[in-house]
């Protein structure tokens, strides 16, 4: 599958594994890794099977980086992150995205109770909560639950602390956090 064949298809089959990932990085480096992630990563990582919903600043956290990966199945995601992740652009790359990380494992591996991240409503604003197992307010617009099979990519660990429950909404919550998209992010 080619990136554009990605980009034109409509990627709420893509809801079916989703990863929320969120990198905490070296004081000052965000842009640094966000100018690299989407000039090296995004089309990579698309042509082999993965999907790059979301690329996002943390408006609370000045030095961490929020994105948004997605996949049809976990045979899927576990072929997409093989190619990637032993292929030639990440193995170029991967030491500059690194030196701007201090702790990339922070991440969760979901599944959708509530499929919408392909086409959020209109207005201003994403804020994202992630909380113990409860059911999402009516302002949700995608919600999601820790996908309970094992990570079958285990060089990039998933947190196992959970369960947990995951759900974007326009409305901020007690215990939400807002997320800025970046100028290469889909929901925005």
């Known amino acids: 599958m080619t990136s554009s064949e990605t980009v034109t298809e409509p990627y709420s089959a893509f809801e079916t594994v989703v990863e929320l990932r969120r ?10 890794l966000i100018e690299l992630f989407e000039r090296e990563f995004v089309e990579p990582q698309e042509a082999a099977g993965a999907h790059l919903f979301g690329l996002f600043r943390s408006r609370a956290s000045p030095d961490e980086f929020v994105w948004l990966r997605g996949f049809r199945s976990m045979s899927e995601r576990k072929a997409a992150l093989a190619q990637f992740y032993f292929g030639p652009v990440w193995k170029e790359h991967r030491s500059a995205a690194n030196e701007t990380m201090i702790d990339s494992d922070n991440v969760l591996l979901l599944r959708p109770l509530r499929r919408g991240l392909a086409s959020p409503p209109p207005g201003t604003g994403l804020h994202v909560t992630v909380s113990s197992p409860a059911s999402p307010p009516d302002s949700a617009f995608a919600a999601f639950e820790t996908e309970p099979a094992p990570n079958t990519f285990p060089q990039l660990p998933v947190r196992t602390d959970g369960p947990f429950s995951v759900w974007f909404s326009r409305v901020a919550a007690d215990s939400s956090f807002e997320l800025v998209p970046t100028s290469r992010s889909l929901i925005r």
Not at 23 to 32: F, Q, S, V
């Open 23 to 32: 990198y905490t990085l070296h004081p000052g480096r965000r842009d640094e």
